[in-house]
């Protein structure tokens, strides 16, 4: 870890602070390529009324905008606490190369903010989670894979 890496990671854990004065949550994240600040974001769910607005979500939207790309490759991110299930899965799919967090997952907890529950639902068959799943329509539905697997006009990612 550098001296850079630190700064970066105290400005979140700034941000993050400065969230709670404005009434938000106590998260903030920052996405850095190649030395340079692309985006920086707080918790905003009680604000915009979004339960996907977490700081790691805010600033991925941002540095997809600023660099005009849903690939975040060569890109860190450095965020005020370790990811929850949904930002770690938006990491993964926006190709983020390292994440650097301050606080863990059970120190969230202990403030009230407990995802633990996610990870055990995910374990867990889908007739046996607490929100019920029903398939409906796989074959018609299907039909819109098949048409994107032939396509010659699809960007992968």
């Not at 990811?83 to 863990?104: E, Q, R, S």
């Not at 398939?135 to 697997?149: G, P, R, S, T």
């Amino acid at each position: 870890m550098e001296n850079k890496d630190k700064k970066y990671m105290l400005d979140a854990i700034r941000l993050s602070s400065e969230n709670i004065d404005s009434g938000g949550g106590p998260f903030a994240a920052i996405i850095v390529k190649d030395g340079k600040i692309i985006s920086a974001a707080t918790n905003s769910v009680t604000a915009d009324n979004d339960p996907t607005a977490h700081a790691e979500i805010n600033a991925i939207r941002k540095a997809c905008k600023a660099l005009n790309s849903f690939d975040l490759s060569g890109c860190v991110i450095y965020t005020s606490c370790e990811p929850c299930p949904m930002c770690l899965g938006a990491i993964y799919w926006a190709h983020i190369d390292k994440v650097f967090y301050g606080n863990t997952k059970d120190d969230a907890r202990k403030i009230g903010f407990d995802d633990s529950f996610i990870y055990k639902e995910m374990e867990l068959p889908l007739k046996k989670r607490k929100i019920e799943f029903e398939q409906l329509l796989h074959d018609e539905a299907f039909k819109a894979f098949i048409k994107w697997h032939k396509s010659d006009n699809k960007t992968e990612y």
